[in-house]
């Protein structure tokens, strides 16, 4: 297998989870890095990154989220599928709950949701994106840490795929804030810091999940919940608001496809 390969099997959850997403962080750096050589961008080719990063999380809320919690959950005692469906519907909660306090401004939208505040709308911007992050590095942090307690289940594709995602990602809300003319290295820099929320977000479920392994299963189901909600309340939406609704169509059905195959490779 590639970790045994790369030699690390033996290291401890916390290492590998932290590998992990500090590599999803990487990737994403460098995506925002990119807007010093592309500062504008095509609204049909940002259309298609938000697509791409739509499928992406879809598919791996089912591929390696939905799919393992079915089969571990019977370390509950309870049927699989009212473990799931409660885990799942959760997730989404958890994520709307969010929503509704945490002051932010999707991108392309005019008013600001969550509490009322007297934030720049660059800081609300930022607020979004960070919103954004907390679930994908929380998903790479369960599903590393998950490949500890279930020998056959191997978590690395998500933080490889969620990875792959982050660059188009990183590149398209930099592009995004320079063309509200905020500057280039601002808008790198809020690019870069945002995306560290997918490590506070990665050690945190690794955590949960090493420490009670019986709760496995609702951290998966929970996980994919939360992606879930995201992709459908904000990305796919802001992907076709310009109407270029094929070809972000098209972004969501390679990135899932991405994923799919990915998550099917022996990689743990």
Do not use: C
């Not at 290291?11 to 989870?17: E, I, R, T």
């Not at 697509?51 to 079915?70: D, E, H, K, Q, R």
């Not at 959950?73 to 049927?79: A, F, H, N």
């Amino acid at each position: 297998m590639v970790m045994d390969i790369l030699g690390f099997s033996n290291l401890s959850p916390f290492v590998l989870v932290l590998f992990a997403v500090m590599f999803t962080w990487f990737l994403n750096n460098l995506g925002s890095f990119l807007v010093f050589i592309f500062p504008t961008y095509e609204k049909k080719v940002f259309d298609f990154l938000l697509g791409f990063s739509s499928g992406v999380m879809i598919s791996a809320s089912f591929w390696s989220l939905l799919l393992p919690a079915f089969e571990v959950s019977d370390t509950l005692g309870l049927p699989s599928w009212i473990v799931v469906l409660i885990s799942f519907l959760l997730g989404g909660f958890l994520i709307k709950l969010l929503d509704a306090l945490l002051p932010h401004l999707h991108m392309n939208a005019k008013e600001p949701e969550g509490i009322p505040s007297m934030l720049k709308r660059v800081t609300l911007i930022y607020l979004a994106m960070t919103l954004h992050h907390i679930p994908e590095g929380f998903a790479v942090g369960v599903a590393v840490g998950a490949s500890f307690l279930v020998p056959e289940f191997s978590g690395w594709g998500v933080a490889l795929a969620i990875g792959i995602q982050n660059i188009p990602e990183g590149l398209a809300v930099s592009s995004m804030l320079v063309s509200m003319g905020v500057s280039k290295f601002r808008s790198f820099l809020l690019g870069v810091l945002s995306g560290f929320s997918e490590v506070i977000g990665g050690i945190l479920g690794m955590v949960i999940v090493v420490s009670i392994p019986p709760i496995l299963p609702i951290m998966l189901a929970l996980t994919a919940g939360a992606m879930l909600f995201v992709v459908i309340e904000e990305v796919i939406p802001e992907s076709q608001q310009s109407g270029n609704t094929d070809i972000s169509t098209i972004g969501v059905m390679i990135g899932f496809a991405v994923m799919m195959v990915l998550d099917n490779l022996n990689l743990g």
